[in-house]
């Protein structure tokens, strides 16, 4: 059960220790957000000043409404495939637009209490997506990486692979200096100085090294996308048609699942680290919030960030205001120092979004599921391919539909139906399956163990094994169906169609069945139809009832029809016995 959202909740046990431990935390995060805000919209294909305006306002209202106490929100590269699609495919104003829709959809999701479902979005498709996005971003900064110019950038992955292939021979080595430099400080300043940004220590020492040594050979955020602006832009409201509407609806879905499910992935890891508990549907809510308001002011959909959640609790937050000071702090770095990001070079800004990928591509995991060698491993690399070649609006909804339907052929053959009699050599004379031979049958009662739910993946396979049963016509079926714990319509509808196949030449009897499937039968009517005094808690109450509806007469070896007695072996020497009988 999910804690109820309250502000006196997020902030019990609050004094001038925990302010303190919370700014001190949401300066550290504000100066890591700041590059990789940069980063992601630049990645998005639109300005790197977007990026700032939705850390800003996004982490401060996911902050101020969320759901965790933890949580840092903003631009992630999770979306950067998604986001440059649709600016490629739709333009910028229309990504804010979509970036709208999407908040709506996740506010209305808080408000329908959804969060829970996000749980059973299998393994195997989040972890394909999230590694195809890695792929795409790491190879997506190649070209920033090594230089390259004239280059031109691409919706689909291969198209980007020739692009970088065919412009291989103009690589820029001051560039490749300068991504090294920027790349070796991020892997080295953890080791040496573990509580200093790496990101923001590469960036600025790479940037000098530039700016001084080789100041006009390599390409800069400023002679490629102008100067970044020391304030925030002015309110605007997209113009919004009926027409853009529906066809955004599909983007800007994508956009919503996708932020939903990194959100609350980043608020359980945030849990595990502190030993607290997010409220999901409050989430959601903020996350709804924080999309609807951050187009109006230019920025890009947010969501939850993992790494830096993660960096947010390991530099001691304690509470909300550390993601709310997080959003002032890069808010005033903006006003201060904005035009002097102009100067950072693309190749200082590559490595960045590199590590990044390198980190949430989930390579072990991923490694894991794929050596079980599993259906979860066909479902892992369909989704990751689809991702990587494709692109997420047909990825995800591919993986989750081919994760169902293998998870429903897996649940089809849980449904074992096999006919069973007494086992006389046991002291209760079980009824089990193996008692059963071509040469130990009765040709008066059939019984048969249903194990499994009957659903409508096994429901045919079921009435198939069943009519076999009816073809040669007994007195007594017997459905021991104490193993079934769920049944849905189509279940029933198949059921019925036995039930009243077989009442026209003997009766049905069944035993044990669950409280579900019960009540499914008696909200369709069946269980009228079959009768309640031909339902049993137990088998052998069952069995007795059989009994004196059998026609004993035409079974020599049954005169007291006790199967330990029984002395028909078989439906050939039955037929012996009955002819025997009538001379």
């Not at 637009?97 to 829970?116: P, Q, T, V």
């Not at 692009?163 to 300043?189: D, G, K, P, Q, W």
């Not at 997080?326 to 120092?337: A, Q, R």
């Not at 904005?338 to 989930?362: D, F, Q």
């Amino acid at each position: 059960m999910q804690q109820k959202f309250s502000f006196s909740g997020r902030y019990s046990g609050y004094n001038l220790r925990n302010f303190q431990k919370d700014v001190l935390s949401g300066l550290v995060v504000g100066v890591i957000a700041i590059p990789l805000g940069m980063a992601f919209a630049i990645a998005s294909g639109v300005k790197p000043e977007y990026g700032i305006y939705t850390t800003i306002i996004a982490g401060i209202l996911i902050s101020v409404f969320g759901g965790s106490k933890y949580q840092i929100g903003g631009p992630t590269g999770a979306f950067i495939p998604i986001l440059f699609g649709i600016v490629m495919t739709y333009g910028y104003e229309n990504l804010l637009i979509a970036g709208f829709l999407a908040g709506i959809m996740l506010l209305l999701m808080g408000i329908l209490r959804l969060g829970s479902l996000i749980k059973f979005i299998p393994r195997p498709v989040t972890v394909g997506f999230t590694s195809g996005i890695a792929v795409i971003i790491f190879f997506g900064q190649i070209g920033n990486f090594l230089g390259l110019t004239g280059t031109k950038t691409h919706e689909y992955f291969h198209q980007n692979v020739f692009e970088v292939i065919s412009h291989i021979n103009i690589i820029n080595f001051y560039s490749i200096l300068t991504a090294l430099i920027c790349l070796m400080t991020i892997i080295l300043t953890p080791k040496f100085i573990p509580k200093v940004p790496g990101p923001i220590i590469g960036l600025v020492l790479s940037t000098i090294v530039a700016s001084i040594f080789f100041p006009s050979h390599v390409a800069t955020i400023g002679s490629t996308y102008g100067d970044i602006p020391n304030s925030l832009p002015k309110f605007h409201i997209p113009e919004i048609t009926v027409e853009r509407i529906i066809s955004l609806l599909g983007p800007a879905f994508v956009i919503a699942m996708l932020g939903a499910i990194e959100s609350l992935l980043s608020a359980v890891v945030a849990d595990g680290m502190t030993k607290s508990k997010h409220n999901s549907n409050r989430e959601l809510f903020s996350q709804g919030i924080a999309n609807m308001v951050t187009p109006l002011f230019g920025g890009i959909p947010a969501t939850g960030a993992i790494a830096r959640t993660a960096t947010n609790i390991k530099n001691g937050a304690f509470s909300p205001i550390a993601g709310i000071t997080h959003g002032f702090v890069v808010l005033i770095i903006l006003l201060l120092f904005g035009p002097y990001a102009s100067n950072i070079p693309l190749a200082s800004m590559a490595p960045i979004l590199m590590v990044v990928a390198w980190n949430m591509s989930e390579r072990k995991v991923f490694i894991h599921l794929l050596k079980t060698k599993t259906e979860d491993s066909l479902v892992l690399v369909i989704t990751f391919l689809l991702t990587v070649f494709v692109n997420l609006t047909v990825a995800v909804p591919v993986g989750l539909l081919l994760a169902i339907l293998l998870f429903t052929k897996r649940m089809s053959e849980m449904l074992v139906t096999v006919k069973a009699l007494p086992n006389p050599d046991t002291k209760q004379k079980k009824v089990e399956s193996q008692v059963v031979t071509d040469g130990h049958d009765c040709p008066q009662i059939s019984i048969y163990n249903v194990e499994g739910p009957l659903f409508f993946g096994a429901a045919q396979t079921f009435e198939s094994s069943i009519m076999k049963t009816i073809n040669l016509k007994p007195r007594v079926l017997l459905l021991r169906m104490g193993r079934v714990p769920f049944m849905d319509t189509t279940g029933e509808v198949y059921l019925s169609s036995i039930v009243k196949d077989f009442s026209k030449s003997g009766i049905i009897l069944i035993s044990g069945m669950k409280s579900q499937p019960k009540k499914m039968l008696k909200k369709t009517g069946l269980y009228d139809l079959i009768g309640e005094e031909n339902f049993f808690d137990h088998t052998g109450e069952a069995i007795d009832y059989a009994l004196k509806h059998l026609d004993q007469d035409k079974c020599i070896g049954c005169k007291h029809f006790a199967f330990s007695e029984c002395t028909v072996l078989s439906k050939e020497n039955h037929k012996k016995l009955l002819t025997k009988s009538s001379s």
